[in-house]
């Protein structure tokens, strides 16, 4: 074997083996997009939360933070398409059951659980009354628990 076959044959051995580990090492897009969401409904519902309890903040911000998880949760099922999951995820990190696809009609009808309850939430919102507020805050975060508990997987 030439010193040009050996150079070809490692050359081949090198990028095989840096699409490997490239292909390990890559996230699943619909996976990252579904969390991003997720991290985004999380973060807006954190904030009203410490709004809720006395932090800073405004009746009107947890308008602006209700209509923008109304948002993500009209989404939510348009973001599980790919049926990636605990137990098929291989290197992709997700916590999404596989009882999202199996019972699909109960997920997708709580994201709809969770836009209504924050459509009513902001509503709620507008008013100004804190303790309202308080009360469907709590109703909109009932809906987050009825989802997680089944259709999540715990870290």
Same mark, same amino acid.
């Given at each position: ?13 090198? #990028? %095989?083996?840096? #699409? ?42 947890? %308008? ?24 098929? %995820? ?29 459509? %009513? ?12 507020? /308080? ?9 987050? /628990? ?10």
């Amino acid at each position: 074997m030439g010193v040009k076959s050996m150079r070809k044959g490692m050359f081949v051995v090198a #990028a %095989a083996a840096a #699409a490997l580990f490239a292909g390990a090492a890559m996230a699943n897009p619909g996976v990252e997009a579904r969390q991003e969401l997720m991290k985004s409904i999380g973060g807006n519902t954190k904030a009203i939360g410490g709004i809720v309890k006395g932090g800073p903040g405004e009746a009107s911000e947890v %308008a602006t933070r209700a209509a923008a998880i109304a948002a993500s949760a009209a989404m939510i099922g348009g973001k599980f398409g790919d049926q990636v999951h605990v137990e098929n %995820a291989g290197d992709v990190k997700t916590t999404a059951s596989p009882a999202i696809w199996m019972k699909w009609d109960e997920f997708v009808k709580a994201g709809t659980d969770l836009e209504t309850a924050a459509k %009513a939430l902001e509503t709620t919102a507008a008013g100004g009354d804190m303790a309202a507020i /308080g009360a469907a805050f709590g109703a909109m975060t009932k809906t987050c /628990g009825a989802c997680h508990t089944p259709f999540r997987v715990k870290k």
